[in-house]
């Protein structure tokens, strides 16, 4: 097995500066928006960072369209990821915090999975974007994994930005099962993607 530093990074939450110029390229179309369904428990980690956000997690978005998907959006996409993927360095919440399922920014220059996430919508948000097309969702990998990526709405279909990848890819091209994900007209609400079990999403790995 491959043991090198290299190696080692990219199987972590964190994989910064890679074939740059791929994340620029013209946006392949997803196959439409995610199918939501109702009302669903809200991840731990969530509930707990609301309580230490509250004004964050009462939000109603009135415009609930989707962003108009341009190549100015897509290029503050990009960018928004390889940045954010450089500045946090990839660490557990156990070590980084003592305990599991800490959710919060990443303002100590380190974060795992949805740290990564916040920074991201919180940049995105300040930027002009809804809050109602930066959604946190949590998806399960294919190795069964638990995993929190951001979901951004377009009249284009919906995008995932990962810290797995620079690379901004449609929904449907991650090979992720979705499984819930924020609603778009309450930030302290979310709802159902797929039938799922509860996941920890927390790793950096």
């Not at 795992?112 to 002009?128: A, F, N, P, S, T």
């Amino acid at each position: 097995m491959n043991s090198s530093p290299m190696a080692r990074m990219l199987r972590l939450c964190a994989v910064a500066g890679l074939a740059i110029s791929a994340h620029w390229a013209v946006p392949a179309w997803a196959a439409g928006a995610m199918t939501t369904g109702g009302l669903t428990s809200q991840p731990i980690g969530h509930y707990d960072f609301c309580r230490s956000h509250p004004s964050e997690c009462n939000i109603r978005p009135t415009d609930l369209a989707p962003a108009k998907m341009t190549g100015g959006l897509w290029r503050k996409l990009a960018g928004v990821t390889a940045r954010v993927n450089a500045a946090v360095k990839p660490m557990s919440d156990l070590d980084n915090y003592g305990k599991d399922e800490v959710w919060t920014y990443p303002d100590n220059g380190f974060g795992d999975c949805e740290d990564y996430v916040l920074e991201k919508r919180r940049q995105l948000y300040r930027m002009g974007m809804s809050l109602a097309d930066l959604l946190i969702t949590v998806v399960r990998k294919p190795d069964g994994e638990g995993h929190s990526v951001l979901t951004v709405r377009t009249d284009k279909g919906d995008y995932v930005l990962d810290n797995l990848t620079d690379k901004v890819k449609a929904w449907d091209a991650t090979g992720y099962r979705y499984l819930k994900r924020q609603a778009i007209d309450n930030t302290g609400r979310w709802v159902s993607i797929r039938d799922g079990q509860q996941v920890l999403v927390g790793s950096v790995q």
